[in-house]
């Protein structure tokens, strides 16, 4: 069970965003206007990312295989630390980047900083050095929400030992959603949510999600994402939202949440 170093939830509006994939590489206009009406209706948000293809490339140049297993990233040895590098070295300090020259005031945190993300690890014999939470460090969290900063998460764990531990970005936002509250959690994708029909959802139960992943309305990619937002609910948080770079798309809740 993943636990906060702080249970107490205030009652301030809170959204955790999680990009990932070529959104990571420049942040349209779109967002930013999206962005700063968040804040401007009262919310404080936190951002999470991953950098799945940049962690590609940079083992691809070191001649490491990269192997995924059930949507989770084998990382051995050597390529925790080309995995730490890619995300705390390049990808979150670029984010951050991103954000500041958008007249955002960001800070970056990996997992280490103020034990942000404490973890052991998932199956070492399986995964390698890939982590499972065990607490999120709330209280750091707020206190940058209170200082009106953005906190940009890369998705780095460590255990008591000082080891460096490769997550599931789509993991740590859930962890981090529910740790501090958050009202929702948005899946940030190429696609402006889940498409039916060529239509696009405005909501979406589990249920619904299961039929349509069974009778091929949602297929290749959407997959995974689907089935991580639906595993975000399963963790606690209240409603995930699949969406493009406006932070528009489809809601998913369960049907009690939705009606």
């Known amino acids: ?46 951002i999470v990312h991953g950098g799945g293809p940049f962690i590609n490339e940079a083992l691809k140049e070191t001649g490491i295989e990269s192997k995924i297993d059930h949507g989770i990233r084998v990382t051995c040895e050597k390529s925790i630390e080309i995995v730490k590098q890619v995300l705390i070295g390049n990808v979150n300090t670029s984010l951050v980047h991103q954000l500041n020259r958008n007249a955002v005031e960001a800070i970056g945190l990996n997992g280490f900083d103020g034990k942000l993300l404490e973890c052991s690890m998932l199956d070492e014999k399986r995964y390698g050095f890939v982590g499972n939470i065990h607490a999120v460090n709330q209280t750091m969290i707020e206190k940058l929400l209170v200082a009106e900063m953005v906190p940009v998460i ?8 000082g080891f460096a531990l490769n997550i599931n970005a789509d993991t740590v936002a859930s962890a981090i959603a529910f740790a501090i509250g958050a009202e929702s959690l948005l899946l940030v994708t190429d696609t402006p949510g889940i498409k039916i029909e060529n239509q696009i959802k405005q909501s979406a139960t589990p249920g619904q999600i299961a039929k349509w992943i069974e009778n091929g309305d949602i297929y290749g990619g959407m997959i995974p994402k689907v089935n991580a937002a639906v595993a975000c609910l399963d963790a606690g948080v209240a409603t995930v939202q699949v969406v493009d770079q406006y932070l528009t798309g489809t809601m998913i809740a369960f049907e009690e949440v939705l009606n």
Do not use: A, P, Q
């Not at 890369?154 to 030992?161: E, F, L, M, P, R």
């Open 1 to 46: 069970m993943i636990t906060s170093k702080s249970m107490h939830h205030t009652e301030r509006k809170r959204v955790v965003i999680k990009l990932g994939g070529s959104t990571l590489e420049r942040l349209s206009e779109g967002f930013f206007t999206r962005f700063n009406e968040l804040r401007n209706e009262g919310y404080e948000v936190v």
């Open 154 to 161: 890369s998705c780095i764990g460590s255990t008591n030992d």
